[in-house]
């Protein structure tokens, strides 16, 4: 199964340059506008081997990681409160919707002056953007858990530790985890919209300052790199659910 799905991404993978390539030579975009992919791949080798790629793919990766661990932590304990508390979901329900009806990048600019165009204020976004799928999976799963099973663990005088140990948290994990990868996607998107209000390093940082010379091709590397690094957090946590789901 493994081989036919790499069998198959292969194929996908050089239509898809093969399209490219035709809409390059047969288009009537210009070569600065739209480059081949040879164009991409030289350049790429060419970022790649004097460090600046590595080096601002890095500082991406560590807002991305931090932002993913503090949004989806917080998001999993106020979940937990929520689902518990009936009173608190109907208070803070109305609180939570309005802030994700605000656009991140509107309120980007504000993070970035309060807390400075430093490595903090791309954390915080990526958190904000990760915070809400991340909640409401939380919430559901928690509450997915069969009430005779949570009137058996009354009834066997289950503490409030063990009833989660051993019946919410295994019920709720699977709906967890998919809202975790949803997050992982997503923060992906919160750091490049931290990089592109204010930033000195980073891929967002990056394809500013590419396209603000017209270096299209470096444009292209920076956003497959950022493409890459989204499938990869994707596909790391749909491992992650596979082993724990199956155990």
Known sequence: ML??????????????LAVWWAVREFGYLPRFMLPSPLDVWQRFWTAFRDGSLLRHSLVTLSE???????????????????AKSPALEKVLTP??????????????????????PGWVSKVMICSLIVFFP????????????????????????????????????????????????IGATLSV?????????????????LVNAARGIYDIPLVFV??????????ALYGFVAWVESVAVKH
Do not use: C, H
């Open 189 to 205: 998107i919160g750091a490049v919209v931290g990089e592109f209000v204010g930033a000195d390093s980073g891929l967002g940082y």
């Open 3 to 16: 081989k036919q799905r790499f069998f198959f991404l292969l194929i996908s993978l050089g239509l898809a």
């Open 95 to 116: 609180y939570i919707i309005a802030s994700q009806s605000i656009p991140v990048v509107a309120i980007a600019p504000l993070l970035v002056i309060w807390f400075g």
């Open 222 to 231: 920076a956003v497959m790199v950022l493409i890459l690094m989204a499938m």
């Open 134 to 181: 991340v909640l409401i999976n939380t919430v559901v799963g928690m509450r997915s858990a069969p009430a005779e099973l949570r009137e058996l663990m009354r009834s066997l005088q289950a503490s409030r530790w063990q009833t989660f140990w051993l019946l919410e948290a295994p019920a709720g994990l699977p709906v967890f985890l998919g809202g975790l990868r």
């Open 64 to 82: 991305v990681l931090a932002g993913l661990a503090a949004g989806a932590s917080a998001a999993m304990l106020l979940g937990y409160s929520l």
